[in-house]
């Protein structure tokens, strides 16, 4: 993935580890069934209320705008890289990136290297656009994701290795 964790401070070299011995076959018992229908409720929920607020306010979707933060932090990436970081399909991130690349917020470059591979860069224009996007949406993640978990240091980035210990058990 592309975050790097900077904000929360240096990160122990952590293996994944289940926190429990996780049973094999059966179905999900109530209390596990009732834990992952809200994670995918909230998080399909959260996502498409975020969607639709940096749609309305910015002609940006949520996906278009994880493509300029990536790309601000990362001035030049191949969009093989941008597909396999875990932000959506490849189809996906070639449709949102031809959106940005007519928005003007980025631009495709030949890959030298490879000519099969096109390189995708942030213009200018892209920047201030993620400018103009990102005080917005960073209110509304503090307000509908960041307000519910426990402000004491360390327990944000508790949420942080949480989803970054899922990940790592996919890969």
Known sequence: ????????????DRRVVPLHPVPDGGPLRDVEQRAWRSFV?????LLTFLDRELVEETDLALGEYMILEVLADHPMLRMTDLAGGGLASRSTISRQVSRLVDLGDVERIPDTSDARNRLVRITDAGREHLRRAATGHADRVRKHLLAHVDPRPGHIGDLDLFFRDVREGLE
């Open 41 to 45: 409720e909230g998080t399909q929920a």
């Open 1 to 12: 993935m592309f975050s790097t964790g900077d904000d929360l401070g240096p990160q122990p």
